[in-house]
């Protein structure tokens, strides 16, 4: 299995061989490298490869973390579960991933605050006339006595609250292009996040 962490650029446009244009999303691939190698038959009973990107002042991070990363002050640790062999101190660049490969990427989605039903969760709102006064975006009944649930608002009740900020896959895009010495790999479509998301992009 294929995988590494990336950042959120921009999005672009890549021509094909047919000449046709493709929307994609730049992400930048700096080098990570392998930190912890979990196996079936080890204490943690799984297979896993946990990894280290980026580069962060020592200061600012935990003595439990930095003694599991041998004295490295990494930006992010991340692990992505594969059967691949690996070594700690392994890295892993851009160069993994070919054009073609067909990848899910996750992460987290842009925060937008607080929002209303309408803009949260396509709520319609109310009429306009016949007697409504400032109700054009208003829930409506969230249940009340004697409804559904018993005179109590029922669990997962769509109203209103924080928007956004909640972690997304997106699955089934293609590699457009890779280019190992800049660290940036092309992807098709859109992905999670604003510029500078940190993202995991994995081979299926």
Do not use: C, W
């Amino acid at each position: 299995m294929k995988f590494i962490l990336a950042k959120k650029e921009s999005m672009t446009r890549v021509f094909g061989e047919d000449g046709r244009a493709r929307a994609g999303t730049i992400l930048i691939a700096d080098p990570v490298t392998v930190t912890q190698v979990k196996t079936v038959d080890g204490r943690d009973g799984y297979a896993a490869t946990q990894v280290g990107q980026g580069n962060r002042k020592t200061k600012n991070i935990s003595k439990a973390v930095l003694g599991h990363t041998k004295g490295r002050g990494y930006e992010a640790i991340r692990e992505f579960h594969t059967e691949d062999v690996a070594k700690i101190g392994d890295t892993i660049d851009a160069s993994v991933f070919t054009v073609g490969d067909i990848v899910r990427v996750s992460g987290i989605t842009k925060g937008k605050g607080f929002a209303g039903v309408v803009k949260r969760h396509g709520f319609h709102g109310g009429p306009r006339t016949h007697g409504q006064k400032h109700t054009e975006r208003a829930p409506g009944s969230i249940g009340g006595s004697g409804g559904r649930a018993g005179g109590r608002v029922a669990k997962g009740m769509r109203m209103a609250g924080r928007m956004g900020g909640n972690r997304v896959t997106v699955a089934n895009l293609k590699v457009l292009a890779v280019d190992v010495a800049a660290g940036e790999i092309i992807v098709s479509g859109a992905v999670p996040g604003r510029r500078g998301t940190l993202l995991e992009v994995v081979s299926i």
